[in-house]
């Protein structure tokens, strides 16, 4: 494997000079000099479901309708088999308003609402671990020669995570090639937002595995197994309890995913070790202190 792996054509790709997503802020170093740094954008977005407004996100404002639709879908608000009518997206009002075909009412839903641990305050409704019962993910075997080439392209990629940091990225990824490559301030913003993306384009999650680059808290656990995708990865670590529930449902759990070294917590069955680490190239280290800074 050379040092500079071959970026695939992602679907779709961070854009991180797309305008509106940064902005320039001049401050003073260390050394008492003026500098002048890239900082990301951050803005609300208020997400109505037909005619009853749900939650309002602080996002970076791109592919809010993908944010929309993942985010009532993997808060149960859309069922299987519920057909979405429309997602109409007003930039001046900062609002998204999906429609449907049937009636819906949350209120209850809307009264009992768990702040979770993640960045932008995630919130999840009702009962986190509604629908878990009811999950079967694939035995999907993972070599690890597709995981060091996910890690290595993914980490090169040209995307605000490198830009300016203090965000997370989520890629929704199959084999050894990454798909969508979603940002956002929150994770589970970006994880939404690919979740989304699956919904409006009707693609499967069978064989399909998620790369993270935010920690394994229980949530995103939830998250992706509820989403029927059976691999989970990171760079950054777990929490016990994410470990647990990924256990219950059979969730192949990964982090810690540094150059050559990464540690299986849950589903270590499924792994199957095709290559030597020791023949992989170094990482650079810029993308390690990065990954250090923003875990």
Known sequence: MSDTPQRPEYLIAPDPGRAGLTRAVRGVDHMGQSA???????????????????????????????LALGFLRNQGMLRDGETVTGV?????????????????????????????????????????????????????QVKTSDLYHLARVINTTPSLYLEAGAIHGTVLCQGARP?????????HNAVDKIAGWMLSEGVSAEDKILYTTGRLTSEMVIKTALMGIPVLASRSGFTAWGVEIAQ????TLIGRMRGKRFICLSGN????RDIDPDSLPDEDRKHRRKGAEDA
Do not use: H, W
């Open 269 to 272: 069955e499924r792994i199957s």
């Open 179 to 187: 798909l969508v490559y979603m940002e956002d301030v929150g994770r």
């Open 36 to 66: 002048e740094i890239s900082v990301v954008e951050e803005r609300p977005l208020t997400i109505f479901l037909n005619g009853q407004e749900i939650v309002t996100a602080m996002t970076i404002g791109d592919y809010p309708e993908y």
């Open 248 to 251: 219950e449902v059979g969730l």
């Open 88 to 140: 109409d997206y007003d930039e001046d009002l900062e609002t998204v308003v999906v429609r449907t075909d049937g009636q819906t009412s949350y209120e209850e839903k809307l009264r009992k609402k768990t702040r979770t641990s993640g960045c932008a305050v995630g919130t999840v409704f009702g009962d986190m671990m509604e629908g878990l019962e009811e999950v079967t993910l694939p035995a999907l």
